[in-house]
């Protein structure tokens, strides 16, 4: 895929909305930077896989905005054809992005290129029902019947791809920026992140901090989920890794945040005291789902390069913990509660780690765990049976091995089961697993409401 295309991504939509930044990346996948595009409203838009009124609107929205200049050309009787091209400025803005770590330029350019995949499906439909009139137009229309992306939700997850690590996780883009990217605006975005959650293309959302008066300013994580079919196009995607029990037990029935937040759990140290009076005192109980996150990443962290002896990577995790805290590094608060993240940090990652073995024996057959590295899914509560008993069932993990090492991305669940039976089960494909039962397993998000098992 071409830079230029991925810097346009990249560029702020300039006060243009949504369906407009689309086409104007559409327009330089074209080759729109390198010269003026003469064509009319009806073939871009049969070529895009868009109404005709959506392309007319957009070009107007570009023209407007003064990031296109359209200029229209004689040629004989009937209407004149238009020519298109970037305005100077916007050339010269398209090249100071830096696109040098964008690591999924593939699936962005499967996710753009959507009419193949569109007309594919239309013909299926037209064998079973009879053909379609006005082709190609008509049968895109009849592939969104089917539920198909809309073209803001492919810019939208085109944007996102573009700041996602190797595993899809987006760290580093604000909901502000995102929206500046994207022409959408704050409550548009809200909505869309919903419906890419529900879709199953986003597989969770954790908030950031912003208000704490213990944490800098962190910005929302997003968990793209590469293993959908919008977004795999052979690429090499994440291994998932799945501990799961079906019934609550002593072990599950909470988890290392409730110990911090929640009142009424015993108290296993003086300093868990401690450090619930310090967040309680700072008004941080709202902070949970933050804590879980960041809890994550730095058990990811251990697991990823201290798998074997987690405890080596203590001192050097403890460092990395205090650039999270907005007291200075060497304050004796901020020491403090740096190491006491970091032994939670530690208990999450036992806690992930013994998911997978039996003693010391490994319950997934061929699986070298100490060269890989992890990403945590967010782990949730779930009602068992009734609203009064809640437990967490599962815990979810993604796994890559080092960039130069193939591997299938297989789903492996293992099952805790009472009387201590373990079931081991193997999925190269989640085509074959229920949404029901991925939710159970935290590979996706549920619709808004409770999950209950």
């Known amino acids: 895929m071409s830079e230029m295309l991925l810097s346009v991504l990249l560029s702020k939509a300039k006060g243009i909305s949504p369906e407009a930044k689309y086409v104007l990346v559409r327009l330089v996948e074209c080759g729109l930077v390198a010269g003026p595009i003469c064509s009319g409203v009806k073939e871009l838009a049969g070529r895009f896989g868009i109404s005709d009124s959506q392309m007319g609107a957009a070009l107007n929205s570009l023209t407007a905005a003064k990031v296109l200049i359209r200029r229209d050309l004689v040629s004989g009787q009937g209407r004149p054809k238009r020519q298109y091209e970037l305005a100077p400025g916007d050339v010269e803005q398209v090249g100071l992005n830096d696109v040098s770590k964008v690591v999924h330029a593939r699936v962005i350019h499967h996710l753009l290129k959507h009419e193949s995949k569109a007309l594919h499906l239309s013909d299926v439909a037209m064998q079973q029902k009879g053909p379609l009139e006005g082709a190609p137009l008509a049968h895109v229309r009849a592939s969104r019947k089917q539920g198909r992306l809309s073209v803001v939700n492919r810019l939208l997850l085109a944007v996102l791809l573009c700041r996602a690590d190797r595993f899809g996780v987006v760290r580093d883009l604000g909901r502000a920026e995102l929206s500046r990217l994207t022409g959408l605006s704050q409550e548009r975005l809200k909505n869309r992140i919903r419906t890419l959650l529900d879709s199953g293309l986003i597989r969770a959302y954790t908030p950031g901090a912003t208000g704490s008066v213990i944490f800098k300013k962190t910005k929302s994580v997003y968990y793209l989920n590469l293993h959908h079919p919008e977004l795999n196009c052979g690429q090499r995607v994440p291994i998932l890794l799945v501990s799961v029990d079906r019934v609550p037990t002593e072990d599950n029935d909470v988890d290392v945040v409730d110990g911090i937040f929640k009142s009424g759990r015993e108290l296993r140290s003086q300093l868990t005291g401690e450090v619930r009076k310090f967040f309680k005192d700072n008004h941080e109980q709202g902070l949970a789902p933050f804590m879980r996150g960041r809890l994550d990443l730095y058990a990811g962290y251990l697991l990823s390069h201290h798998w074997s002896v987690l405890g080596e990577g203590e001192a050097e995790l403890a460092q990395l913990i205090k650039l999270d805290l907005l007291g200075t590094p060497d304050a004796e608060d901020s020491q403090r509660l740096a190491t006491y993240l970091c032994d939670q940090a530690g208990n999450v990652a036992r806690g992930v780690r013994g998911g997978w073995f039996q003693g010391k024996s490994a319950l997934i057959d061929g699986m070298d765990f100490e060269g890989l590295d992890y990403v945590l899914l967010p782990m949730r509560e779930v009602a068992y049976k ?68």
Do not use: I
């Open 386 to 453: 009734s609203r009064n008993d809640r437990f967490y069932p599962s815990r979810a993990v993604l796994a890559l091995p080092p960039d130069d090492v193939v591997c299938a991305g297989k789903l492996h669940v293992v099952e805790f089961g009472l009387g201590n039976q373990v079931k081991v089960r193997v999925f190269s494909s989640l085509e074959t697993v229920s949404k029901a039962e991925q939710y159970l397993y935290g590979l996706l998000t549920p619709p808004e409401g409770e999950l209950s098992v």
